[in-house]
């Protein structure tokens, strides 16, 4: 009899690469999805859709009781939002919602695993002398990062739970429309940068984090948490420069003012309906020094061999968004 898992989040970007490799590893997956997502892109694939309302434990603990799901993996969150108040609500009380009732529930779980972000740690200075350690002396630099942060807290305090927390670095690949503005931008011939200041950044390939996702519901570890990245750093040029050279394109580099940029994000906060792609939250994000991290433990503990660099896996992604008219 197959593992059954659920899945949260799965009709986005990350989600759709953990259904993935959940029905590769031979798991039933349940997908999670909310009613008015889309799932097109899902439904070719052997799972069953569920609709579970995070935000009523009540309700949670009479789904999971339902299905006796044997693992969670939680990946539902939102990226953008105009409010503290919002990232916290989704991102770290929905979240105390699924594992609290998965408690109660009294199915048999084997691991709940959480992914988190880095921006939960935060980033660390320019000249640091290593890379950011996992969990140690968090420093979150936006309200997303602290949402995630509060979630983590959350888990650690619900006693019983057999929890595992990933926290992934910038994630890129297929479907992911975030860094994709970046690519569109250049394809146009543009090459925008925030500020001048140096940067270090890591990245890590979304089919490696779900590589990770799965290792660490297998793994014989819990009550632990790991950064994610493919462990390499690159400077601020590096994303830019290995998209030209894929697509053999030419473009124009420039440098925004920061006071400028500051001003664009204000105004789009105060005339969006919704939550803007370019918000005051998300600069701190974009402009942080160093977002290098260690995944020393996390290769120790789980086994973890990142398969792609930054330009084996933008070959993959660019590839992707060409045969798809992305691009």
């Known amino acids: 009899m197959k593992p059954r898992i659920l899945i949260t989040g799965a009709s986005g970007f ?3 690469h953990l259904v993935e490799a959940a029905l590769e590893a031979g798991m039933e997956v349940h997908a999670a999805v909310r009613a008015s997502s889309s799932i097109d892109h899902l439904k070719h694939l052997d799972v069953q859709f569920v609709s579970p309302d995070l935000s009523n434990k009540d309700k949670l603990r009479e789904l999971l009781a339902q299905h006796q799901y044997d693992y969670i993996l939680h990946g539902a969150g939102i990226t953008k939002a105009r409010t503290a108040d919002e990232y916290n609500r989704v991102n770290a009380v929905y ?7 998965a408690l109660e529930a009294g199915i048999p779980l084997k691991k709940f ?5 880095l921006a939960s740690m935060g980033p660390i200075a320019y000249n640091a002398g290593g890379a ?8 979150p630099v936006t309200q997303y990062g602290r949402s995630k942060l509060l979630a983590e807290q959350y888990l650690q305090a619900l006693p019983g739970l057999p929890w ?21 931008t250049l394809k146009r011939g543009l090459e925008p940068y925030m500020g001048r200041n140096p940067q270090w950044l890591s990245f890590v390939y979304v089919k490696d984090l779900a590589k990770a996702a799965i290792l660490a519901l297998t793994k014989p570890v819990k009550g632990t948490g790991y950064n994610i990245s493919d462990g390499n750093i690159y400077d601020r040029y590096a994303l830019a420069n290995i998209t030209k050279q894929i697509l053999q394109l030419r473009t124009f580099r420039f440098y925004m003012p920061l006071s400028v ?7 789009s906060e105060a005339m969006s309906k919704g939550a803007p792609l370019l918000n005051k939250d998300k600069i701190f994000e974009l402009t ?3 977002w290098n991290c260690n995944i020393d433990q996390l290769k120790i503990d789980l086994g973890y061999q990142p398969a792609y660099d930054l330009e084996k896996g933008m070959k993959e992604t660019l ?3 060409t045969v798809n008219k992305w691009l």
């Open 14 to 16: 990350v989600g759709y």
């Open 288 to 290: 942080a020094e160093n």
């Open 95 to 101: 979240t105390q919602n699924l594992a609290a009732a």
């Open 164 to 184: 595992v927390i990933l926290r992934p670095t910038a994630v890129y690949g297929p479907r992911e429309r975030d860094l994709f503005v970046l690519f569109r």
């Open 319 to 321: 590839e992707w968004y």
């Open 132 to 139: 950011c350690p996992d969990g140690v002396n968090p420093a």
């Open 113 to 117: 695993v959480f992914i988190s972000s």
């Open 261 to 267: 940029i500051k001003l664009v994000a204000a105004i």
